[in-house]
């Protein structure tokens, strides 16, 4: 299992701290050390990396979506989800009633999803009416499950009463499709498309309050969320980016040898040409776009620390606001982590001195959760 560590952690998590339940053993262009700590397993997920993982080494299923009724990982069958069997949603109607609360479970029903993403939510048990909702996506090589294992985002939805939706890329790599057209057009079709479908069948047969509804990932999923955000504007109020690329940077969905230029820190544009590729998926759209958080450390081996410049350019030229911050605030949220902002706050960008690809730390997921006001 040896090969470059760039490869072998291209879009997935490459973990700084025991926080996480995976992290890199092997893969093409490996050259790290392929022993896993006590109690994990080195599991071959593709033919770019492997990942230390817990259990007995065997790897997490793909997951394909299909018609039976909703399941959850580790639960019986249960009811099928669809806007049929929903009751409509009240002002005193607590949000997904027929979706058990404290586990992940599957949706099998919940409009067009032209390349079968999988959607699994989980509600807590102290869920609200007009409550929130949080898509979470996770990063190449990862699953739906492991994401809802390997970060925060869960205890803070039990602790503040907000929905999550987790999604999980369809194709074999489990890297999700933030390249095609079609997924970086508005209504275009591919994994965009299913996970927008998710969102709106969240709003419509749930009752989730449309004005909290956020979208964040890492890596891979994290240039998802630039992907909705921008070809999905008016689903979302904002998005957290960890560790990821701008909207159209990278040509291929999958980790390459040698690596993208928009990986390796070449592909440098102006503002105005950054915003053009958002502008381009959503021809005519005058609404309004998210907010967004741009998360990267200054050592992530993965993807180049000018990425995360690049990703400012983009947005503030969205937002027509300049690229000067208004504000700088140092160990922000926490130590050797750089805030700065931008307009009127319609974007943050944190930069974390000597961190690396995995991320969210501990620490930052609620900071986004807080800024989003969840």
């Known amino acids: 299992m040896h090969t470059s560590q760039r490869l072998s952690g291209f879009f997935g998590l490459l973990s700084q701290s025991t926080a996480y339940l995976f992290t890199d053993s092997g893969g093409q262009g ?22 230390c993982q817990t259990g007995s080494g065997t790897p997490v299923p793909p997951v394909i979506s299909t018609s039976v009724p909703p399941v959850t990982p580790t639960q019986p069958p249960l009811p099928p989800v669809s806007s049929s069997t929903v009751a409509p949603p009240t002002a005193t ?26 959607i699994f939510v989980y509600k807590p048990a102290n869920v609200r009416p007009g409550a929130g909702l949080l898509v979470a996506l996770h990063p190449c090589g990862g699953t739906a499950q492991q994401y809802f294992s390997s970060n925060a985002f869960r205890s803070l939805s039990d602790q503040r009463g907000f929905i999550v939706l987790y999604g999980q890329a369809p194709n074999n790599s489990n890297c999700w499709d933030i390249a095609g057209n079609a997924t970086k057009t508005h209504n275009g079709g591919s994994d965009s ?14 009752g989730i309050n449309p004005d909290k509804v956020f979208v964040t990932g890492t890596s891979s999923g994290a240039m998802m969320t630039n992907v909705m955000a921008g070809a999905y504007p008016e689903l979302f109020k904002a998005g957290a980016v960890f560790a990821g690329t701008g909207f159209g940077c990278l040509v291929t969905n999958a980790p390459s040898f040698p690596p993208d230029p928009c990986a390796a820190g070449n592909k440098v544009l102006s503002a105005r040409e950054w915003g053009n590729l958002i502008r381009a998926g959503y021809p005519g759209y005058t ?20 990425n995360f410049q690049e990703q400012v350019k983009q947005w503030t ?40 690809h995995g991320l969210p730390e501990s620490g930052t997921e609620v900071a986004a959760i807080d800024w989003f006001g969840l």
């Open 93 to 118: 109607t607590p949000p997904a009633a027929n979706i058990p609360a404290g586990q992940l479970t599957r949706l099998s029903s919940f409009g067009s999803n032209p390349s079968n993403v999988g």
């Open 287 to 306: 609404g309004a776009f998210p907010k967004m958080q741009i998360w990267h450390g200054t050592s992530d081996p993965v993807l180049n620390i000018v």
């Open 30 to 51: 490996y050259s790290g050390s392929t022993q896993c700590d006590a109690g994990l397993a080195c599991v071959v997920l593709n033919q770019w990396y492997s990942q």
């Open 193 to 206: 498309l299913g996970v927008a479908s998710a969102v709106r069948f969240a709003i419509s047969d749930w």
């Open 317 to 356: 030229d969205i937002h027509g606001i300049s690229q000067t911050p208004t504000s700088t605030s140092n160990n922000t949220p926490k130590s050797g982590w750089t805030k700065t902002v931008y307009g009127t706050g319609q974007l943050e960008a944190f930069r974390g001195q000597g961190a690396g």
